[in-house]
């Protein structure tokens, strides 16, 4: 569990800081780095509650680095004590998505900013073009390695086999489809409901 102290909280912004640069494709492509850190190297969070975490902000309207605040909320909740704590441990968790929204938000907006300036300014530039060209297959990696550590605490089939045929079926109706993903996340809701998956 975090020890609420200044170095904790200094430590936390830098991290999630530093990976707000390297957000290309958003900052759920940073995800294994933020689960290394929060759930391994720190042990601030659970394996448990950084998956959920990831769950219920994607599945929440609103933009995608929701996330970000639910895991900074979490890692203040668990620095106070817990719900059962009181407002102590509230006021933590506040300060966590503080914390988190901001540094994950201020040095990735401030890059995008600039650089989009001066690559408008210089968008016939052969270097421009070519580094727009360049990130996609970076983009689509780091989103395959977010998918594949979501995917980590489903590694039983004889147990998890719905949820795989689910991912399967959603993977190829994206790929061979039109079909909004609105409808495939209401399907996905509705078997979840069910307790099919």
């Not at 990976?19 to 780095?33: H, M, N, Q, Y």
């Not at 509230?90 to 907006?109: D, E, K, N, Q, Y």
């Not at 089939?157 to 399967?168: C, E, I, K, N, Q």
Request: aromatic share 10%; net charge positive; proline share 5%.
């Amino acid at each position: 569990m975090m020890v609420p102290n200044a170095a904790n909280w200094l430590d936390l912004f830098t991290h999630f800081a530093s990976l707000s640069l390297l957000a290309v494709g958003g900052a759920i492509t940073t995800a294994p780095d933020m689960h290394r850190y929060l759930v391994y190297q720190n042990g601030w969070l659970s394996d448990a509650q950084f998956t959920s975490s990831i769950a219920l902000s994607q599945a929440a309207p609103g933009p995608n680095v929701l996330f970000v605040a639910v895991l900074g909320w979490n890692v203040g909740l668990n620095a106070g004590g817990g719900p059962a704590a009181g407002w102590s441990a509230w006021a933590l968790a506040f300060l966590g998505v503080l914390v988190t929204m901001v540094a994950i938000l201020l040095p990735s907006s401030v890059l995008t900013y600039s650089a989009t300036r001066w690559a408008h300014q210089n968008r016939e530039l052969r270097a421009v073009r070519a580094f727009k060209t360049g990130m996609a297959p970076i983009v689509i990696a780091l989103l395959i390695a977010t998918g594949w550590l979501l995917t980590g605490s489903h590694d039983h089939p004889a147990r998890d086999w719905p949820l795989w045929m689910v991912t399967v079926c959603a993977t190829l109706l994206v790929w061979r489809t039109k079909l909004h993903l609105l409808w495939m996340i209401g399907a996905g809701a509705l078997l979840g409901a069910l307790g099919l998956v």
